[in-house]
Every structure is written in structure tokens, then in C-alpha cells.
């Protein structure tokens, strides 16, 4: 996988919007609540002076790590996913049957696009990472953290 950070153009807009309200809206909020609880003078023993402090700490982080996201993004397209090597790519949808005999139908992500709900994967998953180089029909054995399974690829659409 490539260094870059794949995004689509709706996830790249979401992700923006999430950091200018975190920058212009919720941080100068929290900081005002934060500078409003040290005017209370014991800070020692200030309950809100403490909520304050980890929201700011929360907020902090959260932009850190949206500004390191979109740093080193790259906007990809069904145009540009098909220029990538894999036969399973970005926007794949990938029909797969495990070694239950369960059928499961997947579209591959990226990352910060996943929705386990809406039956996404992520590049970064175990499965994506044992089938990236796999073509229709193949069997391949997966590894995660806590199990071994095999899956056989029924269809890349």
C-alpha cells in the first residue's frame, strides 16, 4: 500500500468541514469554558476547570490528527482506482464465501471511509491485506489478530 491516504472527494469535503468546525467552532468554545473555570480560582479541586481540560486535550488531538490526514491525501476517482495494480481496488466490490460456506460482499475503503454497517473494508484490514493480489475464484487463507479462516473470492465487481 502506498504511503498517501486515499480519499474520496466526499470523505476529503466531510474531513475538512470536521476540521474547520473543530478549529474555528469547538476549540475557541472549549478554551473560553477553560479560561472561564481558571477565573473560578481553585483549579485544584474544579470540576469543570478538569472537563475542560481533557475536551481541550480531545479537540487538540482530533485536529492533530486530521492535519497529518489530510497532509498527505490523495483524492481518488473510479477513473484513477482503476490505474492501481491490485485487481481488488478502491471502490471494489468484492463477494467472498468463508469456510462456513457464508457468503459476504464487501467494498473496499479507505480507512477513514469504513462503515462495517454498510459492509465497507478498509486497506488496512488483515483480509484486504490477504486478498489485494488475488483474482476471482482464488482461495486464500486470512490472518488476523485472533483467528485463521479461509475465504474463496467469488466476484470482484
Not at 90 to 118: A, C, H, M, P
Request: glycine share 0%; hydrophobic share 45%; proline share 2%.
Amino acid at each position: 500500500m502506498s504511503d498517501k491516504n486515499f480519499l474520496t472527494k466526499e470523505w476529503h469535503k466531510k474531513l475538512l468541514e470536521e476540521l474547520r468546525v473543530l478549529r474555528w467552532e469547538k476549540l475557541p468554545e472549549v478554551l473560553q469554558r477553560l479560561k472561564d473555570a481558571i477565573w473560578q480560582w481553585d483549579i485544584s479541586e474544579n470540576a469543570e476547570y478538569e472537563t475542560a481540560m481533557s475536551e481541550k486535550d480531545l479537540v487538540e488531538a482530533r485536529i492533530s490528527e486530521l492535519e497529518e490526514l489530510l497532509n498527505d491525501v490523495e483524492i481518488i476517482d473510479e477513473t484513477d482506482a482503476k490505474k492501481l495494480k491490485w485487481d481488488i481496488r478502491y471502490w471494489s466490490v468484492v463477494v467472498f464465501r468463508d469456510d462456513k460456506w457464508k457468503d459476504f460482499q464487501f467494498t473496499i475503503v479507505g480507512s477513514w471511509e469504513v462503515d462495517i454497517l454498510n459492509w465497507t473494508l478498509s486497506f488496512d484490514s488483515p483480509l484486504w491485506v490477504a486478498i489485494k493480489w488475488k483474482k476471482k475464484w482464488d482461495i486464500v487463507s486470512v490472518r488476523s489478530p485472533k483467528w485463521k479462516y479461509n475465504i474463496e473470492i467469488l466476484d470482484i465487481k
